[in-house]
């Protein structure tokens, strides 16, 4: 029989690897990614343009956090209640379409902050999503079609520079809305679409037949995820694992390119112009592109631990880069941005895997609810203060970023080694 990993090494070959609600999670992927990267790119500046401050922007993403805190505890339980795919649905077009349509008539903080809220109901989506991927597929499946997921986001992400165009041309706010009224449409027929492809999973289907025989109140009680905290008792690397993944969540709106602080950086700290930084946003995508398509194919056949171990190093060594760079050095900044989607793109895959791998069954639902939650908790936190932090100086951001990648390295040091003898992984 021909080996599944072998096959990964052409990228035709991996999409054919992946059947049911894998295969339409992907195929539907850019009618999100396209639009989302766009008016994302951008969304601060617009934000800034329309009077929110920097400490606004940390009080948006800590807003952001906290609301996201309750939808995250709760999410397993709807999840399982509904049905994967009836939550999805429901769901995505609260997280996306309505959120976008809020930003696009939005002109104050208040407004924005309301866009905020509908967004966080996306951390019940991120449950039901990742069960509508991850379920029904074996771990080879999780791996090609998180790598086929990130490369399609990124490929979308190559457009960025034609949107710099768009904003010389017609300005920040006009631009912003434009790239927004897109977004509401084609998110909008991506949730159809998907909705009418997609089929029950096996375990959730499992999880509604018992729960017609056998009706459960939804009451705080049952929507509280205690059942799969006890799965973390004595299961060391599953803890890892999670933690791993929540400070990485953690990471992602302070230190990554799709952070609030990108952009205002870039062009505030860093003093490039407002168009000229879709350039940078450019070469991200295009490098991650030949990252996912080139090299995951063939590093994903072992050691997916000193992988992420090496992705969170690179992109250790690219902050470091950014603290350093003179202002206006546009070479330096294209130089660090490279650096950085080579790490970001070896990492990223195994990371959305990891915990799909460890956990499994009918917990696992209430698995990632329940990490979900905690990352909400504390990146809340940290999202209160952050905006403050940039404040005084934009350049802690990053300090702060590298501290979360260091403590990533040192847990998964400790869970590769907790592994068993022989595993690859």
């Known amino acids: 029989m021909k080996n599944k990993i072998a096959v990964s090494d052409n990228i035709v070959n991996t999409f054919k690897l992946l059947k049911g609600n894998t295969r339409v999670s992907v195929m539907c992927e850019p009618l999100w990614g396209i639009p989302f990267v766009l008016f994302n790119f951008y969304l601060s500046l617009y934000m800034k343009e329309l009077g929110v401050t920097d400490q606004q922007l940390g009080y948006l993403i800590s807003l952001g956090y906290i609301t996201g805190t309750f939808f995250s505890l709760i999410s397993g339980a709807v999840t399982d209640r509904l049905g994967r795919r009836k939550t999805t649905a429901i769901f995505d077009f609260i997280s996306w379409p309505l959120t976008v349509v809020i930003y696009f008539l939005s002109n104050s903080f208040m407004i924005f902050a309301l866009a905020t809220i509908t967004n966080s109901?996306?951390?019940?989506?991120?449950?039901?999503?990742?069960m509508m991927v991850v379920e029904d597929a074996d771990n080879e499946q999780r791996v090609a079609a998180f790598n086929l997921l990130n490369i399609i986001n990124i490929a979308t992400?190559?457009?960025i520079p034609l949107g710099g165009i768009l904003v010389s041309t017609f300005g920040m706010?006009?631009?912003?809305r434009i790239f927004l009224g897109f977004?509401?449409?084609s998110m909008s027929v991506m949730i159809i679409l998907r909705n009418h492809l997609y089929r029950e999973t096996s375990v959730g289907q499992h999880i509604?037949?018992?729960?017609?025989?056998?009706?459960?109140?939804?009451?705080l009680k049952n929507v509280v995820p205690h059942k799969a905290a006890g799965m973390f008792w004595g299961n060391p690397r599953l803890v890892l694992a999670a933690l791993v993944y929540i400070l990485f969540n953690v990471y992602i709106p302070l230190g990554t390119v799709n952070s609030l602080f990108y952009a205002p950086f870039m062009t505030e700290v860093l003093k490039l112009g407002k168009p000229s930084i879709s350039m940078l946003g450019g070469v991200y995508s295009g490098v991650l592109f030949i990252i996912f398509v080139f090299i995951i194919p063939i590093i994903?056949?072992?050691n997916h631990t000193g992988n992420m171990q090496l992705g969170l190093a690179v992109q250790a060594?690219?902050?470091?880069?950014l603290i350093l760079i003179p202002e206006g050095n546009m070479a330096a900044a294209v130089l660090c941005t490279v650096v950085y989607s080579v790490g970001f793109g070896i990492f990223r895959?195994?990371?959305?895997?990891?915990?799909a791998e460890v956990s499994g069954g009918k917990q696992r639902a209430g698995i990632y609810s329940l990490v979900n939650t905690v990352m909400c908790i504390v990146t809340a936190l940290i999202g209160f203060v952050s905006g403050s932090i940039y404040w005084f100086n934009p350049r802690l951001i990053y300090v702060a970023s590298i501290v979360i990648l260091a403590l990533c390295l040192i847990l998964l040091a400790i869970y590769r080694r907790l592994g068993q003898s022989g595993d690859s992984r």
């Not at 109901?121 to 990742?130: C, H, K, P, Q």
Request: positive net charge.
């Open 121 to 130: 109901f996306n951390r019940i989506v991120n449950v039901s999503w990742n």
């Open 157 to 159: 992400g190559i457009i």
């Open 173 to 176: 706010v006009v631009s912003e």
């Open 183 to 185: 977004a509401a449409v």
């Open 208 to 219: 509604l037949d018992e729960r017609k025989k056998n009706p459960i109140p939804f009451s």
């Open 300 to 302: 994903s056949r072992k």
């Open 317 to 321: 060594v690219s902050l470091a880069m």
């Open 349 to 355: 895959p195994f990371i959305d895997s990891m915990l």
